[in-house]
Every structure is written in C-alpha cells, then in structure tokens.
C-alpha cells in the first residue's frame, strides 16, 4: 500500500517537477500577453517620462514676470528651448516642458494681457521630470510576474512591443464514470456530472488553454487509455482526470498510467478530504492529474496539487497562502491535513455547512481552505493558513 505524502510536500514535489518542464520562453505582442508570465524581469528601456512633460495646461515661463510669449507646446511637439529670461510658451498638459523653463502657471492661476503673461506658480511643481517615475535600466518587475492589464500599460511605456513570457500551459480534462448524466435530472443510480462544466472554467481562470474536454470516459481500463493517449494528441501538457483514483473495481487510473508507462510525483496525500489525490509523468513529458471523483475532494485536488503544477510550469512561484483568523472551532483529521471550507464573517473566517466529498453547496459560498495541520485542532482566535480558491480573475 502507497504511504501517502505529507500535503505541504506534495505541493513543493509537484512544483518542482512543473518547474523543471517549464517550456522556453516566447515573445507575444503586449496585445496578447494578459495572463500569461513575465520569463524576464521588466527592464525600462528609457527613462520615464523620457523627457520632462506639463501636468497642466498653462505657460512654461523662464525667469520673473511678465513674460512674453514666444510660442506653443502641444503634447507630441519637440520643444525649443526658452532662451531668455522673461519669456514662456502656452504648453498643454503632455507637452514637453522647454529647456531653461524655470516654472509653469497653471491657466486658472495666470492673466494674459497685451501678449504678455502674469501669475503665480504653485509651491509644488506642475511637471514631471524626465526618470522621475524610473530611470533606464532599472527593473520595474521581476521575471515570475503574471501579466496583468497594468503590467501591459506599465511596458507599454517603457517602449516594449512584445514581452518575453511562459506560454500558457495546454490543459485538457478527463472525466470518467459511467454514472454521470451530462444533461436532466439525476435518477435511477445516475448522478449528473458537476466537473465537466466546472473544471474547465477553474482551469481558464487559472491561466491555461483547454485544448480537450471529455466525457463522460467510460470505467474500462481500454476506454481510460484511448482517452489519455487522445488528451496527449490534442497537445495537452497537463490532464486532468476525475474519478478512478482508489483501487475499487471500476477505477482504471492506476492500470492506464501504469500501460502508458507514466511514472508518479506524488501517489496519494495526506490530506482530508480527498486523499486519493495523485500526479503523474508519462514518457512524452504530459503530466496527468489525477483528481477524486467526489466535487469536493477534486477542488481540494486542484487547488492542492494543479495548481502548485501550473505555477512551476508557468515559471511563477509557488502559490502563496494567507492567513486568517478562527471565528470557531474547526476539528482536526488526526494524521492528516484537514482542508476546511470556510467564509469570511465580520473578518473572521468560519466553517461552512454542506461540507461532505460529494457537495459543493459548501465550496459554492466560501473564500478557500484553512489548513488544519496534521494533529492539531483549529480553535477560535487562533490563525490558520488559508488556501484561496480562485476568483472570478484570472491569476
């Protein structure tokens, strides 16, 4: 019988692996780089502003008042320098801000008379000097970053055109039983399947390509392989499967990998609920995921264990846990990891009800998983780790 790991050990083993397989870094147009990984560290490739700009529109002036005025600066002019004490330029909000320009008068604070232009400049300046946001050369962001709509903005300015990033890992899912009804009401000893319309969304929302939904597969050690091996011809990296993870008559999981000649990472965690959790190697480099059937246990799987896998993959760090505090008792599960669902209530985190392997009326309204480490109890006040099940962002 396989000794299941330690829960945090799993985490880190899959990581490792998914980081070793992190494929090579590609160039993609800013356009179409959200959700993907930075593979290099931001770099400005200028200072910013590249050159001193209005943050007003008013009159660049050189010396005292009264200044006269020797031109225009619109935002996307090149400005010729102010070569004279008592003179200025009307300049816009953008404009570069002429050299020799000693302050700028807003237009509500300034009185233009007879060509000439009087007023009083504010204590702070009402410009930006050139590096002032960043200096060329200097690292913005680290490589690992995910690419967010501001990481876009924020190279954009700095003058990139493409960003050196991971590709999105390709996901596909596996869904066996042949239990499960994919369209009406559950009855007669079939259930409806809650995962392929699930799995799929929470695998987008973590940043991947689904390449390949199916099933139901059915429970043949026949069906399961053609399935696995029709996942790794749609280009899968990454195949999730649900069910088939226990040795019972009708689980066929272990017998595929073992005939595709997969090799484990992690076979079995020690982790309440759903243990029977396992990732796998096969010899073309996929890695499959093998998630509980019961809902509950496949998203205590996925965040467990996917998750963690994607994040190597993808060259980001392992996925980090918060912490909250107890609002209530939360048992223990003796020598195992107890994932407890819980909700946020005036700030305090507290179990939800609906909590069995096989619901999701619980996981539907909870903020994540507060870790319960092996031979302890969570008691209230007391702060626990807390897995985060992911929003409605992409991460």
Same mark, same amino acid.
């Given at each position: 019988?396989?000794?299941?790991?330690? @829960?945090?050990?799993?985490?880190? &083993?899959?990581?490792?692996?998914?980081?070793?397989?992190?494929?090579?870094?590609?160039?993609?147009?800013?356009?179409?780089?959200?959700?993907?990984?930075?593979?290099?560290? %931001?770099?400005?490739?200028?200072?910013?502003?590249?050159?001193?700009?209005?943050?007003?529109?008013?009159?660049?002036?050189?010396? +005292?008042?009264?200044?006269?005025?020797?031109?225009?600066?619109?935002?996307?002019?090149?400005?010729?320098?102010?070569?004279?004490?008592?003179?200025?330029?009307?300049?816009?909000?953008?404009?570069?801000?002429? /050299?020799?320009? *000693?302050?700028?008068?807003?237009?509500?604070?300034?009185?233009?008379?007879?060509?000439?232009?009087?007023?009083?400049?504010?204590?702070?300046?009402?410009?930006?000097?050139?590096?002032?946001?960043?200096?060329?050369?200097?690292?913005?962001?680290?490589?690992?970053?995910?690419?967010? $709509?501001?990481?876009?903005?924020?190279? /954009? !300015?700095?003058?990139?055109?493409? %960003?050196?990033?991971?590709?999105?890992?390709?996901?596909?899912?596996?869904?066996?039983?042949?239990?499960?009804? *994919?369209?009406?009401? $559950?009855?007669?000893?079939?259930?409806?399947?809650?995962?392929?319309?699930?799995?799929?969304? @929470?695998?987008?929302?973590?940043?991947?390509?689904?390449?390949?939904?199916?099933?139901?597969?059915?429970?043949?050690?026949?069906?399961?392989?053609?399935?696995?091996?029709?996942?790794?011809?749609?280009?899968?990296?990454?195949?999730?499967?649900?069910?088939?993870?226990?040795?019972?008559?009708?689980?066929?999981?272990?017998?595929?990998?073992?005939?595709?000649?997969?090799?484990?990472?992690?076979?079995?965690?020690?982790?309440?609920?759903?243990? +029977?959790?396992?990732?796998?190697?096969?010899?073309?480099?996929?890695?499959?995921?093998? %998630?509980?059937?019961?809902?509950?246990?496949?998203?205590?799987?996925?965040? !467990?264990?996917?998750?963690?896998?994607?994040?190597?993959?993808?060259?980001?760090?392992?996925?980090?846990?918060?912490?909250? *505090?107890?609002?209530?008792?939360? $048992?223990?599960?003796?020598?195992? *990891?107890?994932?407890?669902?819980?909700?946020?209530?005036?700030?305090?985190?507290?179990?939800?009800?609906?909590?069995?392997? /096989?619901?999701?009326?619980?996981?539907?309204?909870?903020?994540?998983? &507060?870790?319960?480490?092996?031979?302890?109890?969570?008691?209230?006040? &007391?702060?626990?780790?807390?897995?985060?099940?992911?929003?409605?962002?992409?991460?």
């Amino acid at each position: 019988m396989t000794l299941p790991i330690a @829960w945090s050990a799993a985490r880190e &083993a899959v990581f490792e692996a998914g980081s070793a397989a992190a494929p090579a870094a590609v160039p993609v147009p800013l356009a179409e780089s959200d959700g993907l990984t930075l593979a290099a560290g %931001l770099v400005t490739l200028t200072d910013l502003p590249a050159f001193p700009t209005s943050s007003v529109d008013g009159w660049a002036a050189r010396g +005292p008042a009264p200044w006269r005025i020797v031109g225009r600066v619109l935002a996307g002019d090149a400005a010729e320098p102010l070569a004279a004490d008592g003179t200025c330029v009307e300049i816009a909000t953008g404009g570069m801000v002429p /050299a020799g320009t *000693t302050a700028i008068v807003r237009v509500e604070d300034s009185t233009v008379t007879g060509g000439a232009v009087t007023g009083e400049p504010r204590k702070l300046p009402d410009w930006r000097r050139r590096g002032e946001e960043a200096a060329a050369g200097e690292e913005l962001l680290p490589a690992g970053t995910p690419v967010t $709509p501001g990481v876009i903005g924020l190279a /954009a !300015s700095c003058g990139y055109d493409t %960003l050196l990033c991971r590709p999105a890992p390709r996901t596909a899912l596996l869904v066996f039983g042949d239990e499960l009804l *994919t369209a009406g009401l $559950p009855g007669k000893g079939r259930v409806r399947d809650a995962l392929g319309p699930a799995l799929p969304a @929470w695998l987008r929302r973590a940043g991947t390509e689904v390449v390949a939904a199916h099933g139901p597969v059915g429970d043949t050690l026949e069906d399961h392989v053609a399935a696995l091996r029709g996942a790794v011809e749609a280009g899968a990296q990454v195949i999730c499967t649900t069910g088939g993870t226990m040795h019972g008559p009708v689980d066929h999981l272990h017998p595929a990998l073992a005939e595709l000649g997969a090799e484990y990472v992690v076979n079995t965690v020690a982790v309440r609920p759903g243990f +029977p959790m396992l990732v796998a190697r096969l010899p073309g480099g996929q890695f499959v995921a093998g %998630l509980p059937g019961n809902p509950q246990s496949t998203f205590v799987a996925l965040v !467990s264990l996917v998750l963690p896998l994607l994040a190597g993959l993808t060259g980001r760090a392992l996925p980090t846990l918060s912490s909250v *505090t107890l609002g209530a008792d939360v $048992p223990g599960r003796g020598d195992f *990891t107890h994932l407890a669902l819980v909700t946020l209530d005036g700030g305090r985190a507290r179990p939800v009800a609906h909590v069995g392997s /096989a619901m999701l009326r619980g996981l539907a309204g909870s903020v994540g998983f &507060a870790v319960i480490p092996p031979g302890t109890e969570g008691r209230a006040g &007391a702060v626990a780790q807390l897995v985060p099940l992911l929003d409605g962002e992409r991460s």
